[in-house]
């Protein structure tokens, strides 16, 4: 049974603990001035003190980060140590998740300033340690075991500023809360017109090197720099986060990868390819060597995919049914309840010579309704989530005149036109023409533009009006 971190998380228990800890590792230096744990395996230790000793179930209530009394960590460890499974989520993680106790455990008991003692899993001793002779015998030391785990692939979609990004790193950063730990476990690319399959997955590209004035070598991109960490540490969870995924040609960026896309119940991909370019690059790391050295590579069950889709970009890249399969998509609705405070305080931007009511009185337009049904819910405020609802209902009111008087579907106003909680930034609500420049110019060019009801006068004359402190943003939507 894998562990469920929202069932044991408790609020960011000692998280400084694990910071100094960190630190504290990574100041440890040789005589020759490298440092003696890199961040992978300072990742590593980490991640086994904190999620994989959690598997373990009756061990512990909490993960070690919450023992910080030399006493009590002791007797946790010990608990940690006669669980009949210990051995063998040690021996799966090569050691780490004991090597891991011993280092905490000395951290605990002497403090920060007490230089750590150079101790490794076996692994990471094997692979940092120049006494250690790389042959064919040594290497066959290194194996894949694969962990069985749920992957996500998922698209999140939506109007502009509907907080698909927001909804992202929220998520990642309820899996690796410290910034530092993120960064190490993922990767952040965008998609555009331009972007290639070279640039994704990696290329031959020519180098200046130290050695040679012109050399080429397989430059990785992000994916394959990321599916390199994710085997290296199969019990630790990657995610590669793709941006816009619509705005560039997905099928073409991902190439033959497309085929890694389909999963067993167990997590990795169903069907290896054949890519020597990315094998023959992991195999330069004398510990992956025998297993990549055939070209074959596939999707492991901890490497997870998140992407962003804005709907109303969909006519740059539209992704095909295929594609569209083989991910879960995640419909990011239109929620001001997420804001943060100061983004739905009434603010000068929006203010008026008269009371909000008495702007909308005089009509019957829909609009007008539901402005009477915020007021009498007590939401009818001079405000961006006001603003934003209001101009979402006109275009509602636009849509269904439109089909009402029989235009085509193409003709009318797509529904992810409608304005997101998160279209504009704070500091752009705090400044008139930032948002007249931003939000108005985007509702006369690409909503209303062919609108009898809303926005008739040319753009020009509308920022004359309402550059002037004085004049009413509210009064757009009369």
């Not at 630190?23 to 230096?29: A, D, E, I, Q, Y």
């Not at 555009?192 to 031959?204: A, D, K, R």
């Not at 539209?318 to 603010?347: C, G, Q, W």
């Not at 690409?446 to 509210?474: C, G, H, Q, R, T």
Request: proline share 6%; aromatic share 14%; charged share 30%.
């Amino acid at each position: 049974m894998l562990f469920d971190r929202r069932k044991t998380d408790v609020s960011g228990l000692n998280r400084n603990y694990e910071a100094e800890f960190r630190t504290w590792l990574r100041g440890k230096v040789r005589e020759d001035g490298m440092r003696c744990y890199m961040d992978n395996e300072v990742s590593a230790y980490c991640y086994a003190l904190r999620t994989s000793v959690m598997r373990l179930e009756g061990a512990l209530n909490f993960h070690l980060f919450g023992y910080t009394d030399p006493g009590e960590l002791d007797a946790a460890i010990r608990r940690v140590r006669s669980h009949p499974d210990f051995e063998r989520l040690d021996q799966e993680g090569h050691g780490t998740l004991s090597t891991a106790m011993n280092l905490y455990a000395f951290f605990v008991e002497n403090g920060p300033n007490m230089t750590p003692p150079e101790e490794h899993a076996p692994f990471y001793l094997k692979a940092g340690s120049e006494e250690v002779v790389l042959t064919e015998e040594t290497v066959d030391d290194y194996y894949f075991a694969e962990h069985s785990m749920r992957p996500i692939q998922k698209v999140y979609y939506g109007a502009p500023g509907t907080g698909k990004s927001y909804r992202v790193n929220k998520l990642l950063e309820s899996e690796y809360p410290e910034m530092a730990e993120r960064d190490l476990h993922c990767k952040r690319c965008i998609f555009h017109p331009s972007y290639t399959y070279g640039e994704f997955v990696g290329c031959i590209k020519p180098m200046i090197t130290a050695e040679s004035p012109l050399d080429y070598r397989y430059a990785p991109g992000p994916f394959t720099e990321l599916l390199k960490q994710a085997f290296l540490n199969p019990q630790e969870k990657y995610y590669l986060v793709i941006e816009e995924i619509n705005r560039g040609d997905a099928p073409a960026i991902f190439g033959d990868i497309f085929q890694l896309l389909d999963r067993t119940p167990e997590g990795k991909s169903e069907y290896a390819i054949i890519n020597r370019d990315v094998g023959a690059y992991f195999s330069l790391d004398p510990w992956m060597k025998n297993i990549f050295m055939n070209g074959k590579i596939w999707l492991p069950a901890n490497f997870n995919i998140l992407a962003t889709m804005n709907t109303a970009d969909e006519n740059i890249f539209v992704m095909d049914s295929a594609f569209k399969r083989r991910f879960a998509l995640e419909y990011v609705s239109i929620d001001f309840s997420v804001l943060p405070d100061e983004m739905k305080e009434e603010s000068p931007l929006f203010a008026g010579p008269r009371p909000l009511r008495e702007v909308f009185a005089g009509s019957d337009s829909p609009v007008a309704k539901y402005a009477m049904e915020l007021d009498a819910a007590g939401q009818l405020n001079r405000n961006w989530p006001t603003f934003a609802r209001l101009v979402n209902r006109a275009i509602d009111r636009e849509n269904l005149e439109g089909k009402k008087a029989g235009k085509e579907k193409d003709r009318r106003i797509a529904e992810n036109r409608k304005l997101g909680p998160f279209f504009v930034r704070a500091e752009e609500l705090q400044d008139r023409m930032s948002f007249l420049n931003k939000v108005v110019f985007y509702l006369k060019q690409d909503v209303f533009a062919d609108s009898l009801n809303y926005m008739i006068p040319s753009f020009e004359w509308l920022m004359e009006k309402y550059a002037d402190p004085a004049s009413d943003l509210f009064e757009l939507l009369v």
